[in-house]
């Protein structure tokens, strides 16, 4: 069976600290793909990020990284200098390596950065 | 435009009627998800199509759900005997990678059932 589990509920932080959102996946598939998903208040969905399990390097894209450690099953992903307009609803997601695969959402993780 | 598009954006109904939900994916996408999304709550998956395959209904709630998409076109989700706890934020994905499946998602139809 496949799980996403993002632990934590809800986040808020000052502007400009750093943040980092937990992720937890659980699969039998040896091959499978990592998503993390952005939902700002407008309320749609944006692609952030994919990652495939065979790549374990550590990516950065501007403010956000992303961890990716097969050894814990853990996909983690970190806002550094957070802003305002980070506030936003943030979910990890997990799909099989076949187009059968459905994608698998974790129940995501509200942020709120505070000027 | 070229996005995933929804219609309608919001639709009010009284209990014990049907509604019809329409998206349409991005023009060659091969894959199209249904998701439901409650107030403050994640994504619960409902539907997948996949090209001509038979579709992975798994995540309908009850008989009271259905959807159809023609080829790789036009989806619409059907929900019979509308419920209270049908009310909901309804949303499409499409993805031109059916493996690697980066989704696309659309604006949602809120739905709302009196």
Known sequence: ?115 | GAGVSQSPSNKVTEKGKDVELRCDPISGHTALYWYRQRLGQGLEFLIYFQGNSAPDKSGLPSDRFSAERTGESVSTLTIQRTQQEDSAVYLCASSSDPVGDEQFFGPGTRLTVL
Do not use: H, M
């Open chain 1, 1 to 115: 069976a496949q799980k996403v589990t993002q632990a934590q509920t809800e986040i808020s932080v000052v502007e400009k600290e750093d943040v980092t959102l937990d992720c937890v996946y659980e699969t039998r598939d040896t091959t499978y793909y990592l998503f993390w998903y952005k939902q700002p208040p407008s309320g749609e969905l944006v692609f952030l990020i994919r990652r495939n399990s065979f790549d374990e390097q550590n990516e950065i894209s501007g403010r956000y990284s992303w961890n990716f450690q097969k050894s814990t099953s853990s996909f983690n992903f970190t806002i550094t200098a957070s802003q305002v307009v980070d506030s936003a609803v943030y979910f990890c997601a997990l799909k099989g390596y076949s187009s059968a695969s459905k994608i698998i959402f974790g129940s995501g993780t509200r942020l709120s950065i505070r000027p």
